[in-house]
């Protein structure tokens, strides 16, 4: 638990300095529909300090703005190697169990794959999304979403980043989803761009459902598994879309939460990430967002129903076949965004 003597000074804080402090609050740094809403609410509840969200749809989004000195970010949710990457420059601040007692709730595995920088957060896979209603067949395959029937030219989403948006390809590849070099690289670029005709966005699904000249047209996105909860949610329908994990493995991830060294309000910042990451609010956002946590008590506080989801816990045999994120080269990542604009250009002059 937090000590006493860290209490009581949080407390002065808010007594002292109410105006300031409610008139700032603290600014969180987060993909939409990210966070159950009560959550937030509880913690303002207690502290009477406001959290605004500020939203991002891309891993590349949030990186430009958490490397922004003037961006004002107090929490950020980033990806593990975001979390440690900018953990190693100094822009997100060091995480234990004497500034983070929450801690204790994780493995030490899953600890260890936010660095040092951040509380492990939600994590899941990446696959494919489809409208039920518009795709007769469940996907089963990468190929699917690559290669893909004729009838869904022009209705598909792809992804905008230079690290998930090369995930089906190169695990179609077999290779690492991690791959550095130029010969691979270009391999998976005539992969995406025999795909292209068929896509009709590289914005994030969750971004693209929302626009009303777009969304109705998506039938089939690369997403992360819970995205469909949230697209339901959008689209007022609660079974339209559906997630399927590709036979041939996928992407496992983590996202961290941390808190940014330059806050100004770095033990209130604290407080709400011990908040967010304790065992009944993890447990609470589990249930919320559908998605899998890595908090050891919260899962035990989960319905059978959600533990036993395969859509939620992924099978034994989908997870072996599943590859975690490195740090990629510079070389690499200047590649991948080259790529990736080209094919949003041509996207543009269709």
């Not at 939409?32 to 913690?43: H, K, R, V």
């Not at 975001?82 to 983070?100: P, Y």
């Not at 990446?126 to 030219?153: C, F, H, K």
Request: glycine letters at 6%.
């Amino acid at each position: 638990m937090r000590s006493n003597l860290i209490s009581a000074t949080l407390s002065l804080t808010v007594l002292l300095c109410p105006q300031a402090i409610r008139a700032e609050g603290l600014n969180l740094l987060i993909w939409e529909s990210y966070i159950d809403q009560a959550i937030l609410a509880d913690w303002t509840a207690r502290t009477g300090v406001e959290v605004r969200q500020t939203y991002y749809d891309s891993g590349d989004a949030r990186d430009e703005v958490l490397s922004d000195p003037n961006s004002g970010v107090d929490l950020v949710v980033t990806g593990e190697n975001g979390a440690k990457l900018f953990g190693d420059r100094g822009i997100l601040s060091t995480l234990s169990t004497e500034n983070a007692p929450s801690l204790v709730q994780y493995d030490q595995s899953w600890i260890n794959r936010c660095g040092g920088y951040g509380v492990p957060y939600l994590w899941g896979t990446m696959g494919i999304l489809y409208r039920s209603d518009m795709v007769p067949m469940t996907p089963t395959s990468w190929l699917d979403l690559m290669q893909p029937a004729e009838a869904l030219r022009g209705h598909i989403a792809m992804y905008q980043d230079h690290n998930e948006a090369f995930v089906p390809a190169l695990v179609l590849l077999g290779k690492s989803v991690n791959s550095n070099d130029n010969e691979t690289l270009k391999q998976a670029y005539q992969l995406m761009k025999a795909q292209a005709p068929f896509v009709l966005t590289y914005d994030y699904i969750v971004t693209s459902i929302q626009n009303p000249e777009v969304g109705p047209q998506v039938q089939m996105a690369l997403g992360y598994s819970g995205d469909q909860h949230t697209l339901n949610g959008k689209v007022g329908n609660g079974g339209q879309w559906r997630y399927a994990m590709p036979k041939e493995g996928t992407l496992s991830w983590l996202d961290c939460l941390s808190v940014t060294d330059r806050s100004q309000h770095k033990d209130l910042a604290l407080d709400l990430l011990d908040h967010i990451a304790s065992a009944a609010s993890a447990a609470r956002n589990a249930m919320s967002l559908n998605m899998p946590t890595a908090n050891r008590e919260a899962l035990a506080r989960l319905p059978e129903s959600i533990r036993n989801n395969p859509e939620i816990y992924p099978a034994p045999e989908i997870m072996a076949k599943s590859q975690y994120q490195q740090e990629l080269t510079v070389p690499s990542v200047q590649a991948r965004r080259r790529i990736i604009n080209s094919l949003v250009q041509f996207r543009d002059t269709r």
